[in-house]
């Protein structure tokens, strides 16, 4: 079953020294029961899940790779990779992302919807793969950083 947001929460929260309000236009998808979110300047295209090769000695959250038009895509399972002790996502969309020079795909639930949500950033810094928290209908969403999270992937 679908969910469309329809309204923008108009809730926002006030930024102090270890965060920055930034309203910017999200991807919000599903994974498990949770909602995240990406930059939607990361996202390429949505495919639905389909079959794939996998690759030997690659760790569970790898689903393989997949021809995509002629480019070879290495696909990630997102729900594994946030929730080690979580199955494999069996019915959902692969949402291809641009990692610098290579198409990577990420094996969600489903994708719901695009807003632009005020996301309360983490100035931090660091090696986190979180961008951020917003807020969608009184929802939480976790906005996810997928250049991170993708380069920790392939770095490991």
């Not at 641009?98 to 198409?103: Q, V």
Request: charged content about 20%; hydrophobic content about 45%; proline content about 5%.
């Amino acid at each position: 079953m679908s969910t469309r947001w329809t309204s923008l929460d108009s809730t926002t929260s006030t930024p102090d020294a270890a965060a920055a309000v930034v309203a910017a236009p999200t991807l919000l998808f599903r994974v498990g029961g949770s909602v995240y979110g990406c930059d939607i300047t990361e996202a390429r295209e949505i495919i639905p899940l389909r079959p794939m090769t996998r690759l030997p000695g690659a760790p569970a959250f790898v689903r393989g790779l997949l021809n995509i038009r002629g480019t070879i895509v290495t696909v990630l399972d997102l729900g594994v990779r946030l929730d080690a002790g979580r199955a494999p996502i069996t019915d959902g969309s692969i949402l291809l992302v641009r990692h610098r020079e290579r198409l990577v795909g990420l094996v969600v639930d489903e994708v719901a919807d695009v807003r632009v949500l005020d996301v309360d950033a983490d100035e931090g810094g660091g090696e986190g793969i979180v961008r951020g928290l917003a807020t969608a209908d009184g929802s939480p969403v976790v906005v996810l950083d997928l250049d991170t999270l993708i380069k920790q992937v392939l770095l490991s």
